[in-house]
């Protein structure tokens, strides 16, 4: 069965695959079931450290788009395999970690980043 919309949230709990085509071309093909999975955002919550320079250096290593403001960490991980391995490096290094926070990509942010914000109009 092939469900068309454009109500995402509908998409998001009735399908097991969703494919988004853009131009006539299918771009990307994922099951639901992934969207938990690969590049995701994380905010990490930490106790105040003596320089921050060193430690946004040192955060590549387990993501891109490392930022750090008022204690919180940002970054983008490729796999959430990867976020325990992350939580005992920080807390190794002898940083306080009050909390780690992935954030799951819904649906309509994917699309916006697949198909782009000026198809959706």
Same mark, same amino acid.
């Given at each position: 069965?092939?469900?068309? +919309?454009?109500?995402l +949230?509908?998409?998001?709990?009735?399908?097991? @695959?969703?494919?988004? #085509? *853009?131009?006539?071309?299918?771009? *990307?093909?994922?099951?639901? *079931?992934?969207?938990d999975?690969?590049?995701?955002p994380?905010? #990490?919550?930490?106790?105040?450290? &003596?320089? !921050?320079?060193?430690?946004? /250096? &040192?955060l590549? !290593?387990?993501? @891109? %788009?490392?930022?750090?403001?008022?204690? /919180?960490i940002?970054?983008?991980?490729d796999? %959430?395999? /990867?976020l325990?391995?992350?939580?005992?490096?920080? $807390?190794? !290094?002898? #940083?306080?970690?009050?909390?780690?926070?992935?954030?799951?990509?819904?649906l309509?942010?994917?699309? =916006? !980043? $697949?198909v782009?914000?000026?198809e &959706? =109009?």
């Open positions: 069965v092939f469900l068309n +919309s454009h109500l +949230s509908e998409v998001e709990v009735t399908c097991d @695959r969703v494919v988004f #085509i *853009k131009h006539g071309s299918v771009v *990307k093909d994922v099951a639901m *079931k992934d969207l999975h690969g590049p995701m994380v905010v #990490i919550r930490i106790g105040s450290v &003596s320089t !921050q320079d060193d430690l946004l /250096r &040192s590549v !290593q387990w993501g @891109r %788009d490392v930022s750090i403001e008022d204690n /919180r940002r970054l983008v991980v796999d %959430d395999s /990867r325990p391995d992350l939580a005992r490096w920080l $807390i190794g !290094q002898g #940083i306080d970690l009050y909390s780690l926070m992935p954030q799951h990509v819904s309509e942010e994917l699309f =916006l !980043q $697949i782009g914000a000026e &959706s =109009l």
